[in-house]
């Protein structure tokens, strides 16, 4: 398992809020399967991130597209492997 930041940069913040619920519903569903480490928003309202747990890069690319942020066009992905500090 690693670590995966999804940078979620805003595109459409009226979008934003109409999604937002899905959005959250989400990332609660993949956090009950263990798939979430952390998450939240950028303090300046740019954006937000997620960082994933999964098996690959394909896993964590395959989980952060099917965001209805993403999908919707409502947020730019990038996608990073993250590389925690003990």
């Known amino acids: 398992m690693a670590h995966y930041a999804a940078i979620l940069y805003m595109l459409d913040e009226e979008k934003n809020q109409q999604l937002r619920p899905q959005h959250l519903e989400y990332l609660e569903t993949l956090g009950q399967q263990g798939k979430v480490f952390a998450k939240g928003p950028f303090a300046d ?3 937000g991130m997620v960082i994933y747990v999964a098996d690959s890069i ?3 690319k395959e989980i952060a597209e099917n965001d209805p942020y993403v999908i919707e066009g409502v947020r730019r992905l990038e996608l990073r492997e993250w590389k925690m500090s003990q």
């Open 45 to 47: 309202g740019s954006g």
């Open 58 to 60: 394909e896993e964590a």
